[in-house]
């Protein structure tokens, strides 16, 4: 008797489906309420009700609601970086270096193995016990933070010299955490990042894996990451208060891997580009004559471009923000060390040459530092000499950008060591292209003077600008009106030594004159005279007059006449000095 009422019921259900009834069931069998509410987690994996059979269509549900919604959010800021992922990559790399070494490549394995399928992560409570377990597994790294500065230094020196030196103490840490690690690298240089990961003492972990492991990739990622997060200034100060992690980053100047010195460096310029925690750093570099050691072995024995410029960024900045370091580092040994860096970089005009140059100036203003150019004027003014010449090898010299700065450095060196060693300016003498060189450098400062007051580069022009290119056009002038009046010196005492009525050949002119008289462009020569006048005296002008008379230069006696011929009448000393010209004239 029941079974024909459970017949109609069905049969009547399908009529009204049929009919369009309202009651209709919608494809996959859920009903409007499951609609809106959505489907309970056993349909979404197993499909709809059995009371609808396996003859219903594949099972269609809304998407579920965003986890920002939900207060789900995994993502680091306004970035989309993963919390979870980054606690992860931490807590792999603390189990490792928490791990006894023999086992640490073993449990390195396990670890990311376990990574992978997710298994180390659980629950939505990151921000509070995973983060204690993180600040209980580096209280060891944060004691060194808690003493006096003496003391905690004395600390740090004890831990440093426990760092392990032999193979076997070696950490290794597998591929698989090292890939995750460089994503870690390339993520921390955003500042949302670099404070998460100051919150979950990321610091104090890399410190760890730093000062425990002898491994060169663990010990270039880990100072790489460093140097990332020293970018954002509150976690730069925030490192500044770790001795322990101060003594130990100059402690990795005195490495042999490549990679991470190139590394060390960067870190290490950076933290001193922070003025509020640079003292920190240039107290510990003052305590001892070992990191200027090696400093000074890098730049003699490196051949890796890019150790070789980081280290010369760092020295720079050393020399630049502490005159103190400045005076007791200047000596020989670290200007022939620059010097060999500078050789080593092949001059070419990029960062690592403009910071080596500045270098030398900066030593340049310092007692030491002069009394070393003079012992070692000879090879000073060679590579000076050298890198001018590569400057102007291009027809127009270009003072673009950074450019007039270095060219700068390197003539105000040259100046230093001219004026303290007169010996020098025999090597001057002796190529002509020497003083082609100058007259090319003050005919583009010329050039960019006169560009400097056109309304369409003044905009892009700043009065720091204007004021090098002006300084560096006194000194080149100094320089070339001393280069004249020792050339005339010397012409004079020989021609009292050699009173015989010799004929002059052209064998006998000094290169200088010869390429003004028969090469120099005449607008060059014309800037030139014209300068000598403005900036240094016409006594200087007379001394080439005379001597071009001597070797019978015309071109160049004419080219003085017609400067003569232009000198302003606007003053008495304009009209003195047109005076002494008609003189001679």
């Not at 010299?161 to 994503?183: M, R, V």
């Not at 003052?286 to 020295?315: C, G, M, P, Q």
Request: net charge negative; aromatic share 4%; proline share 3%.
């Amino acid at each position: 008797m029941s079974e024909p009422k459970v017949e109609k019921f069905l049969t009547k259900s399908s009529a009204d489906t049929s009919e369009g009834s309202s009651a209709s069931l919608p494809l996959g069998g859920c009903s409007p309420a499951m609609i809106v509410g959505g489907c309970s987690p056993a349909m979404i994996a197993g499909g709809c009700s059995p009371a609808f059979g396996s003859e219903s269509p594949a099972p269609v549900r809304n998407p579920s609601p965003p986890r920002e919604i939900l207060g789900l959010s995994d993502n680091i800021g306004g970035t989309a970086f993963s919390k979870h992922w980054l606690f992860r990559t931490l807590m792999n790399l603390l189990k490792v270096i928490e791990q006894p070494v023999d086992n640490a490549a073993t449990t390195s394995e396990s670890v990311s193995n376990t990574d992978a399928n997710g298994d180390c992560v659980k629950g939505s409570s990151l921000d509070e016990s995973n983060s204690t377990q993180l600040n209980d597994s580096s209280k060891s790294v944060k004691e060194a933070a808690k003493d006096s500065p003496a003391k905690d230094r004395q600390l740090a020196g004890a831990q440093l010299d426990s760092i392990p030196t032999a193979d076997s103490d070696i950490i290794n840490i597998s591929d698989t955490l090292q890939d995750e690690l460089c994503q870690l690298w390339d993520m921390s240089s955003d500042e949302n990042v670099a404070k998460l990961l100051q919150e979950f003492k990321a610091v104090d972990i890399l410190v760890e894996v730093i000062s425990k492991s002898n491994a060169p990739r663990a010990t270039e990622i880990a100072i790489g990451i460093l140097g990332n997060m020293a970018c954002t200034a509150s976690v730069c100060e925030s490192m500044a208060s770790s001795q322990f992690l101060v003594v130990l980053s100059l402690s990795l100047l005195g490495k042999t891997d490549a990679p991470t010195l190139v590394e060390a460096t960067r870190f290490l310029t950076t933290v001193l580009s922070n003025e509020k925690c640079r003292d920190v750093w240039l107290k510990e570099y003052a305590s001892d004559t070992k990191y200027i050691e090696d400093i000074k072995f890098i730049l003699r024995s490196s051949v890796n471009k890019d150790l070789l410029t980081n280290t010369a960024s760092l020295l720079d900045y050393i020399l630049d923000v502490s005159d103190e370091l400045c005076r007791t580092w200047s000596s020989v040994t670290l200007l022939t060390a620059v010097v060999e860096a500078l050789k080593q970089l092949g001059l070419v005009v990029e960062e690592g040459t403009f910071s080596l140059l500045h270098c030398l100036q900066m030593m340049s203003t310092q007692t030491n530092g002069v009394a070393a150019i003079i012992d070692e004027v000879e090879s000073t003014v060679d590579i000076l000499k050298e890198f001018l010449l590569k400057i102007c090898e291009d027809e127009i010299v270009n003072l673009e950008d950074r450019r007039a700065g270095v060219v700068a450095s390197a003539v105000s060196v040259l100046n230093s060591a001219l004026t303290s060693s007169p010996a020098g300016y025999s090597l001057l003498f002796s190529d002509k292209k020497c003083i082609r060189c100058l007259l090319k450098i003050l005919y583009a400062c010329d050039k960019e003077g006169l560009a400097r007051h056109t309304p369409a580069s003044s905009p892009h022009r700043s009065l720091s600008s204007d004021n090098l290119i002006t300084t560096l056009k006194e000194v080149l002038f100094l320089i070339v009106a001393d280069i004249i009046s020792i050339g005339y010196k010397e012409e004079t005492e020989l021609s009292q030594i050699d009173s015989a009525e010799d004929s002059i050949s052209e064998r006998t002119t000094p290169s200088w004159l010869q390429y003004m008289n028969n090469d120099c462009e005449k607008t060059r020569l014309k800037s030139l005279t014209a300068g000598i006048v403005k900036h240094c005296s016409v006594e200087i002008l007379k001394f080439i007059r005379t001597l071009s008379e001597k070797y019978e230069l015309t071109r160049l006696q004419l080219v003085i006449k017609d400067t003569y011929d232009n000198i302003p009448h606007t003053d008495s000393n304009s009209s003195s000095d047109s005076d002494n010209a008609n003189k001679f004239l």
